[in-house]
């Protein structure tokens, strides 16, 4: 079982839709969450990231934290073909050290005009 | 701002060739990671410098090398090159105290026939 599983996709939905993108983990001890963006042919780039539990929100994107469960989720509101992409969850226990993060495999979604 | 910066951006190269690839990191960032991409095995860290010295290094052969300078730059070195070797390469930065937050570049592509 890996570390991260995250559900490769391929996700398609309408314009306008809300969307929801998960990623669970088995490592209890992981405590920073990221979430990358990659538009194919680039480099991720960082969306959101939240220390421990909870909510945060920015603008049409919203990260969540569930530790209890070891879920974390994005939701993107009002979704735009924009936001067509690879996206990545990534984790780590520590602030420190690159080489204690943890990527999901990615889910590529695709937002239908 | 800047961001991270690779060159080149695309490289052909045969097998047992050799090849540097080479990454600027955001300025202040004395941190720079670097990362091989493929569809199979997703990122995957190979190694990690800060203030020229190698922090953590991957699971990755010996062929694979790389070194930081004084001003952050860094290359990475994949000598006798494989067809297996073929992917994107990402560079990242981050800053001292957020190792966990990577920025990453554009990548280059290498392809080895």
């Known amino acids: 079982q890996k570390e991260v599983e995250q559900d490769p996709g391929p996700l398609s939905v309408p314009e306008g839709a809300i969307v929801s993108l998960n990623c669970t983990y088995s490592?209890?001890?992981?405590?920073?969450f990221m979430w990358y963006r990659q538009y194919s042919r680039k480099g991720p780039e960082l969306l959101m990231y939240?220390?421990?539990?909870g909510n945060k929100e920015d603008g049409r994107f919203t990260a969540q934290v569930d530790k209890s469960s070891k879920y974390i989720s994005l939701f993107i509101r009002d979704s735009q073909p924009s936001d067509s992409a690879t996206y990545l969850c990534?984790?780590?226990?520590?602030?420190?050290?690159?080489?204690?993060?943890?990527f999901g495999s990615g889910t590529r979604l695709s937002i239908r005009p | 701002k800047a961001g991270v910066t690779q060159t080149p951006r695309y490289l052909i190269k045969t097998r047992g060739q050799q090849v540097t690839l080479s990454c600027s990191p955001i300025?202040?960032?004395?941190?720079v990671s670097w990362y091989q991409q493929t569809p199979g095995q997703g990122l995957q860290f190979l190694f990690e410098?800060?203030?020229?010295?190698?922090?953590n290094k991957g699971n990755f052969p010996g062929r694979f090398s790389g070194r930081q300078f004084s001003n952050s730059r860094s290359e990475m070195n994949v000598s006798t090159l494989e067809l297996g070797d073929s992917a994107l390469y990402l560079c990242?930065?981050?800053?001292?105290?957020?190792?966990?937050?990577?920025?990453f570049g554009p990548g280059t592509r290498l392809l080895v026939l």
């Open positions: 990242a930065s981050s800053s001292t105290a957020g190792g966990h937050l990577q920025y």
């Open positions: 490592n209890s001890a992981f405590q920073y």
């Open positions: 939240t220390y421990s539990s």
């Open positions: 990534a984790m780590s226990e520590e602030y420190s050290s690159a080489s204690k993060i943890i």
């Open positions: 300025s202040g960032h004395r941190s």
């Open positions: 410098y800060f203030s020229e010295t190698q922090r």
